[in-house]
């Protein structure tokens, strides 16, 4: 910096810097006399009613005071794998391998809380709403009606069309407008895609906070790469420190047959079952076996000594 920009930098009481980046705009203050100010960079967007600042998300700074009472799937059985199902502002990752039910369990819960008149926000990054609507419909989620009723947004996010902070600021304001129990993001491949966000976790952990500290349960979808590997992991993408709660689903094998699995691996606030259980997803709705008692070493290569099924 020349000796005349220093100059003029101490007589200035205020210091704003605009940058342009390939992927957007963004605003940041130096200096700002008198007052404190939010560092860092923040995305802001020129519109035609003029310059929206989208500042970092940051947790509520009062206590919201908010109950914290189990969310529960209306199914017995997941329900007892979670000793009573999950909790009220908390954090849960639902992971597994593509294909295997992890939107669908997600949407168990919103179904159940929707019976309750409370309302669910979905952001879809992968999924065309039509595609996503006519899915449940046949599993017997009646998506469509939820929708009609106000206790369930589906909000389909275009590739590219936002950056983390007005991201952010778009879920705030949505769950601002109505009552909300249950925001669901899927999937976190998708969002790192689809917005463009330099660091996944960090943005992730931000917003994810603040929902947590209103009182929402939050839910994340993730994508694992391998359909069957000799080392588990809960992620790819190093999150799980984000979770409250962590239900992995995966394949197995069973006479000749791919099967799937569920299990509970972290449960912040409560204890829970410690055994795997079959789930299946039918034209009724999700149905959960009995724990699989002889399933052994279902964190590597699961195998089955009998080939007895315990769903019913």
Same mark, same amino acid.
């Given at each position: 910096m020349k000796s005349g920009e220093n100059d003029l930098l101490e007589v200035c009481d205020g210091v704003i810097n605009l940058r342009s980046t390939k992927v957007g705009r963004t605003i940041s203050i130096t200096k700002f006399r008198g007052s404190d100010f939010s560092r860092g960079e923040h995305d802001m967007q020129l519109t035609g009613e003029g310059l929206q600042v989208f500042p970092h998300l940051l947790p509520p700074t009062i206590d919201v005071e908010f109950e914290h009472e189990a969310i529960t799937s209306g199914i017995p059985e997941l329900d007892e794998l979670l000793h009573g199902g999950l909790t009220?502002?908390? *954090?849960?990752? @639902?992971?597994?391998? &593509?294909?295997?039910? =992890?939107?669908?369990?997600?949407?168990?819960?919103? =179904?159940?809380?929707?019976?309750?008149?409370? $309302? &669910?926000?979905? #952001?879809?990054?992968?999924?065309?709403? %039509?595609? +996503?609507?006519?899915?449940?419909?046949?599993i017997g989620i009646p998506i469509r009606r939820m929708v009609e009723n106000r206790t369930l947004s589906i909000? %389909? @996010?275009?590739? +590219?069309?936002?950056?983390?902070?007005?991201?952010?600021?778009?879920?705030r304001s949505d769950v601002g407008r109505q009552k909300t129990a249950i925001v669901m993001i899927d999937s976190v491949s998708g969002y790192g895609l689809s917005i463009h966000v330099e660091d996944l976790v960090r943005n992730l952990h931000a917003l994810c906070k603040y929902l947590q500290g209103i009182?929402?349960?939050?839910? +994340? *979808? $993730?994508?694992?790469?391998? *359909?069957?590997?000799?080392?588990?992991?809960a992620t790819d993408l190093g999150i799980s420190y984000?979770?409250?709660?962590?239900?992995?689903?995966? #394949?197995?094998?069973? $006479?000749?047959?791919?099967? =799937?699995?569920?299990?509970?691996l972290k449960k912040r606030l409560t204890d829970f079952e410690q055994t795997m259980r079959e789930i299946e997803i039918t034209r009724y709705g999700l149905k959960i076996g009995k724990p699989l008692a002889e399933m052994k070493d279902i964190l590597r290569m699961p195998y089955l000594q009998s080939e007895k099924s315990d769903i019913r």
């Open positions: 009220r502002g908390t *954090i849960t990752i @639902i992971t597994g391998p &593509s294909g295997v039910g =992890k939107t669908t369990l997600g949407l168990q819960f919103m =179904k159940e809380m929707a019976g309750r008149g409370e $309302n &669910s926000i979905v #952001y879809i990054f992968e999924e065309w709403e %039509q595609v +996503l609507i006519s899915r449940c419909e046949s909000r %389909q @996010i275009e590739p +590219l069309h936002y950056r983390p902070d007005e991201f952010a600021y778009k879920v009182g929402v349960a939050v839910l +994340l *979808i $993730n994508e694992t790469e391998t *359909i069957t590997t000799n080392e588990f992991r984000v979770a409250d709660n962590i239900l992995f689903l995966r #394949y197995f094998e069973r $006479n000749g047959q791919m099967r =799937k699995g569920i299990g509970v």
